[in-house]
């Protein structure tokens, strides 16, 4: 059974550019999540959907920020454009029953971005 | 505001128990949840209790819960090197459900 999927596993990039990451989510999930972790933040959530349809937002930094879900099994984050500041290592997590229950989240293994 | 404290490092030799301690603010947590998280690799749910137990042991691991001091710990028994990586606590806030993370603790094991 495939886990969450990210792509690209790294992403180094300058300044100015636009980055996409994707994520696929498990199969029959409903919940998707997108998380960023740095050392001096630790793990933070930047938004999650629910059927596809974003829920909680308010965790995305600013409007250079962006994550869309056009189907149950593919979402992108966007960042545009890119600064030093937002390189991180960025995780998708999936769940099949929302937050508030004993089911986990499962994460991927992550994008990690460096921007020069 | 909720909030999730960890301590950052934790060092132990092979064979020894580590215990790795969390708090947390929210009491309206329902479930509160260790993750593992080991090099270059994402999150892995290590095991949760519920906030109405006090105790679960999962074969070398021990969570304990204290309500009253909004105190959860994460014990290893008989620690490998193989259990090197971030243990992250994290809770369920009872406002935004959203899961808040600790800034997790980093366990090395020394042979």
């Known amino acids: 059974d495939a886990g969450v999927i990210q792509s690209p596993r790294h992403e180094v990039t300058e300044m100015g550019q636009e980055v996409t990451l994707r994520c696929k989510p498990i199969s029959g999930h409903d919940y998707l999540f997108w998380y960023r972790q740095t050392m001096m933040r630790g793990l933070e959530l930047l938004i999650y959907?629910?059927?596809?349809?974003?829920?909680?937002d308010s965790g995305m930094p600013e409007d250079r920020f962006s994550a869309k879900m056009p189907n149950a099994s593919f979402s992108t984050l966007k960042i545009q454009p890119s600064e030093p500041r937002d390189s991180a290592v960025y995780f998708c997590?999936?769940?099949?029953?929302?937050?508030?229950?004993?089911?986990?989240?499962?994460f991927g293994d992550g994008t990690r971005l460096s921007i020069l | 505001g909720e909030d999730v404290e960890q301590s950052l490092f934790l060092s132990v030799r092979e064979g020894d128990s580590s215990v790795i301690n969390c708090t947390y603010t929210d009491s309206s947590s329902t479930y509160l949840y260790w993750y593992k998280q080991e090099p270059g690799a994402g999150l892995q749910l290590l095991t949760y209790?519920?906030?109405?137990?006090d105790m679960k042991q999962d074969q070398r691991l021990t969570v304990l819960l204290n309500k009253k001091d909004k105190h959860l710990s994460l014990r290893i028994a008989d620690t490998q090197t193989g259990d090197s990586a971030i243990y992250f606590c994290a809770e369920i806030t009872g406002s935004q459900g959203n899961l808040i993370f600790g800034k997790g603790t980093k366990l090395s094991v020394k042979p």
């Open positions: 959907f629910n059927n596809n349809v974003p829920i909680d």
């Open positions: 209790i519920f906030s109405n137990m």
């Open positions: 997590a999936s769940s099949n029953r929302g937050l508030s229950s004993n089911q986990p989240q499962h």
